[in-house]
């Protein structure tokens, strides 16, 4: 692999123009095509199997109205006054009529007529049914009722509108290009060129546009969840920064060490892009794996953003060799005074932080080990309380209308109101019809359930053989309450529904949200099983060691605990909720855990190979074990703390937004990325390594005869080049000839860069002297 991509960067270094004008096409392509066949999004958490997904799909037809798109178009006069007056009752009245004959709606139920009204006169409630169901529902019938509401508004109303229907689309909201910009600062800072730190960004924003567009033509012909491209420009724009920033790193420490551009920059594809694509596709397979929860929208997302990551990893190994070919060996010009970014020769000069740090670890490893395990464990406590949950209209911001309708039926009617259950009863036996007095009977023993604050009346199909009765809860739809409630009703059916002759299960938005939920919980841990097994597998082949991927494991196991911990602390306990400001405090989202399973997953293993990969080439070395673990750590560490940066940037980017379901995730990866490289890679790891010196590399000798040897760093392809001419040097020979001025760069000046032959020489001999000096 080493070797394929060695010689694939030298011909992307050497073929740039027709390299960049494939890209430049495929962005161009796909593009159009997200133009020409892009659709909307879905919001809809659909699971198959799950009993209230299963009765959805068997009342569809026969009772559309608990099935299809529904919304709560909620009226309130203001504080201290009524909606009972003449002027405003008629208002109301007049905007219920209207919403009726909008169209798309197929029911409207008039508050004053349902006595939908709260007892002091302030709010009333109007149920609204459209005639399809949610995911086909366009924004013409939710335009038609906003627009049939106007007349009450203009009369002193308040209109706020809720329910499924209302409930506002996954969104970025701008933070994410805050996280951008911290991450440019990162890679100025690392770089001290404004070229040099530019290439990622580009090759990252070209990768992202393709993912995107990508995702964005497919949403016409498959139905693709509203959290999915959120997610996708997440993933793709952080990864796609970090793995452009390792290649980068590696191609100007090989031009500092006096290698031709070319061979620089296939170098750097066979070294590190080799630990990209391996990086790369540890992630791929964590995000595809969570196919294996069974849950739909929860492949779709693990896909998207897979894919995301498969783009940013061939724009790393193809794109960037192509844009060095560009810059030849000014690739850190446009440098900016007062900023690092040289390399210094190994022993010239003080010691760098990174040295200094972990001399200080190597010091007391014991201590420190004990204090990052004691540091870590106490931000993981709260993980014990985590329950899941999806978000409703309650979660999102209060100056959202769908979070002042479900706060304005809270106020007048009770929280149960925006979450009611769907106990539906069919007849056993065919040709069996259920009575007027099953159905009462059986409401009358639902109604005795604690938890239910009342009943609201049935509705029976025209065959007679099915029956559905509201259920309205006393807790909100994400309360324990609710949830007991549900378990509640599905324990009656044994005792009440088959005696009866019926059979009785439970739907509706917040049923289906609880089985949502309970579903996912089941899948953790066989997925997280996988995981642990798929990492020891990897890095046992990776390091040839059992103790180095037991040690990444439990790093790996820590760093999820410590991420869990903090998101159950923030966003279900509240701690530090105003300062994060997260629009209400309740339970986790369900599919968060998995998630942030197989994301972090990938992103330790890309950390721990990068940093452990340069300790093991010490060691192999004949380096005395603390020695081999202090010189790895300062090759490695500088690039890891700056992708980790950029990681927890980008990620925390999109915090800065208050949708209650991409908040917690970047928080959740921000988080886990911080602890997993500062104080698991940059601390645990160098404490663990110096106890265990040369047991590190342990390995059975039956294991070794038989476990292959994967080349992942390119340590092999770096031997076997050391000693003689470059891989490249007949095909290079080939190009340079058909270019006429012997350099290959096309440029015609026989420079080999885009510096110009009067003023290319200085440029080169200070990438020279920096190369020997620094």
Not at 108 to 125: H, K, M, T, Y
Not at 226 to 237: K, Y
Not at 652 to 662: E, Q
Request: glycine share 12%; proline share 5%; charged share 20%.
């Amino acid at each position: 692999m080493a070797l394929f991509l060695y010689r694939l960067a030298g011909l992307c270094y050497r073929r740039r123009h027709a390299v960049v004008a494939v890209w430049l096409v495929l962005l161009l392509a796909v593009g159009g095509l997200a133009v020409a066949f892009s659709g909307k999004t879905t919001d809809e958490f659909r699971v198959p199997g799950t009993e209230a997904q299963s009765t959805v799909d068997r009342i569809a037809d026969r009772l559309p109205e608990y099935t299809n798109a529904s919304a709560q178009v909620v009226f309130a006069a203001p504080a201290g006054e009524s909606l009972t007056t003449p002027q405003r009752r008629e208002a109301v009245s007049a905007a219920a009529a209207a919403i009726g004959k909008a169209d798309g709606v197929a029911r409207v139920v008039e508050p004053f007529a349902a006595q939908a009204v709260s007892r002091d006169g302030r709010i009333a409630l109007t149920q609204v049914v459209f005639d399809t169901r949610l995911h086909d529902l366009g924004d013409g019938p939710r335009d038609a009722v906003r627009a049939a509401a106007e007349s009450a508004e203009r009369a002193g109303v308040q209109v706020e509108f809720g329910g499924d229907a209302y409930t506002p689309t996954v969104a970025v909201e701008g933070g994410e290009a805050i996280g951008v910009g911290v991450a440019v600062l990162v890679l100025l800072l690392t770089f001290g060129s404004l070229l040099a730190a530019g290439l990622p960004l580009l090759s990252a924003l070209v990768g992202v546009g393709l993912g995107m567009a990508g995702l964005l033509a497919l949403t016409g012909s498959y139905d693709i969840i509203s959290t999915a491209p959120v997610l996708a420009l997440m993933i793709g724009m952080a990864v796609g920064i970090d793995y452009a920033l390792f290649i980068v790193d590696r191609h100007r420490q090989n031009l500092a060490e006096g290698m031709e551009p070319q061979e620089a920059a296939s170098r750097a594809g066979g070294t590190a892009g080799s630990a990209v694509l391996f990086a790369g596709a540890t992630v791929v397979v964590a995000l595809a794996g969570l196919a294996v929860a069974g849950v739909p929208f929860l492949t779709v997302m693990g896909l998207s953003a897979a894919g995301a990551v498969i783009i940013a990893m061939l724009v790393a190994v193809t794109l960037l060799p192509a844009l060095f070919g560009y810059a030849g060996r000014s690739v850190d010009r446009l440098r900016l005074p007062g900023l690092g970014g040289g390399r210094k020769a190994p022993g010239g000069g003080k010691p760098s932080a990174g040295e200094r740090w972990v001399r200080g670890v190597g010091r007391r490893p014991a201590l420190v080990l004990i204090a990052c395990l004691l540091g870590i464990g106490a931000v993981a406590v709260p993980a014990k309380d985590l329950r899941l949950g999806l978000p409703g209209n309650g979660s999102y911001p209060g100056s959202t209308s769908a979070r002042q309708a479900y706060d304005l039926v809270s106020e007048g009617f009770g929280q149960g109101f925006n979450g009611p259950l769907i106990a539906v009863a069919e007849a056993k036996g065919e040709g069996t019809a259920l009575s007027d007095r099953d159905v009462r009977q059986l409401a009358g023993q639902l109604g005795q359930l604690p938890g239910v604050e009342t009943l609201l009346p049935p509705s029976v199909d025209k065959s007679g053989r099915l029956a559905a009765i509201p259920v309205i809860p006393k807790g909100g739809p994400d309360s324990r309450a609710t949830e007991d409630l549900v378990t509640d009703i599905r324990d009656e059916k044994v005792s009440t529904a088959t005696g009866a002759g019926m059979k009785l299960t439970v739907t509706g938005t917040t049923a289906a949200n609880i089985d949502v939920s309970k579903k996912l919980s089941e899948a953790l841990p066989p997925f997280l099983a996988v995981i642990v097994g798929i990492s020891l597998i990897l890095l046992a082949l990776a390091f040839r060691s059992l103790l180095v991927p037991l040690k990444a494991v439990v790093g790996f196991l820590l760093s999820i605990a410590g991420a869990a911990g903090a998101v159950v602390a923030v966003y279900q306990w509240g701690w530090l909720s105003d300062l994060v400001a997260v629009p209400k405090v309740g339970p986790v989202v369900s599919f968060l855990p998995i998630l942030l399973i197989g994301v972090l997953f990938g992103l330790a293993m890309d950390y721990e190979l990068f940093l452990v990969s340069r300790m093991k080439e010490e060691s192999s070395r004949g380096a005395a074990a603390r020695d081999a673990v202090i010189t790895g750590f300062r090759n490695g560490s500088r690039v890891v703390v700056a992708a980790a940066l950029i990681m927890i940037s980008v990620f925390a980017g999109f915090v800065v937004g208050h949708d209650p379901i991409v908040q917690p995730i970047g928080f959740a990866l921000a988080v886990g990325v911080f602890i997993d490289a500062f104080v698991v890679r940059m601390t645990l790891v160098p404490a663990v390594m110096t106890l265990l010196g040369k047991a590190a590399w342990w390995f059975p000798r039956f294991l070794e005869r038989t476990v292959p040897h994967v080349d992942m760093e390119g340590e092999r392809l770096s031997a076997r080049l050391a000693g003689g001419t470059s891989a490249e040097a007949e095909p290079a020979a080939a190009d340079a000839a058909s270019d006429g001025d012997g350099d290959g760069d096309g440029d015609g000046d026989g420079d080999g860069d885009l510096v110009d032959s009067h003023t290319g020489g200085d440029e080169r001999a200070l990438t020279e002297r920096r190369g020997a000096g620094e």
